[in-house]
């Protein structure tokens, strides 16, 4: 028998998997900026290394990223939604770490 998710779950999940997505993608983004805009290397090798990462160093789309995922609320608390997540116990990559460990054996 299958189960739906519950909507409110649903909006939960979403609203953190955006804000996971778009903290990494910005810190992603911003150190490769900071990175090129050194000159450090030749200018025909940054140059080089831009073009070549083009495709992840556009600006986002911000309205089509609103109409793929929504938008959050705007009243959204990000730190009481952190404090609402579970604690993993033991943690998750103390889990990980065990099993790869069990397997080895």
Same mark, same amino acid.
């Given at each position: 028998?299958?189960?739906?998710? =519950? +909507? $409110?779950?649903? #909006?939960?999940?979403?609203?953190?998997?955006? %804000?996971?997505?778009?903290? $990494? &993608?910005?810190?992603?983004? $911003?150190?490769?900026?900071?990175?090129?805009? +050194?000159?450090?290397?030749?200018? &025909? /090798? #940054?140059?080089?290394? +831009?073009?070549?990462?083009?495709? %992840?160093?556009?600006?986002?789309?911000?309205?089509?990223?609103?109409? &793929? *995922?929504? #938008?959050?609320? /705007?009243? *959204?608390? !990000? /730190?009481? *939604? %952190? #404090? $609402?997540?579970?604690?993993?116990?033991? =943690?998750?990559?103390? &889990?990980?770490?065990? /099993? +790869?460990?069990?397997? !080895?054996?």
């Amino acid at each position: 028998m299958m189960h739906k998710m =519950p +909507r $409110s779950l649903a #909006r939960v999940l979403l609203a953190a998997a955006a %804000i996971a997505v778009i903290a $990494s &993608t910005a810190s992603v983004l $911003s150190n490769l900026r900071n990175a090129l805009g +050194r000159r450090r290397e030749p200018p &025909t /090798e #940054r140059e080089r290394v +831009r073009e070549a990462l083009k495709p %992840i160093l556009a600006d986002i789309d911000w309205d089509a990223w609103h109409d &793929t *995922f929504g #938008r959050l609320p /705007e009243n *959204f608390d !990000r /730190e009481a *939604f %952190i #404090r $609402s997540l579970p604690v993993l116990d033991p =943690p998750l990559s103390q &889990t990980i770490i065990e /099993e +790869r460990d069990e397997e !080895r054996l």
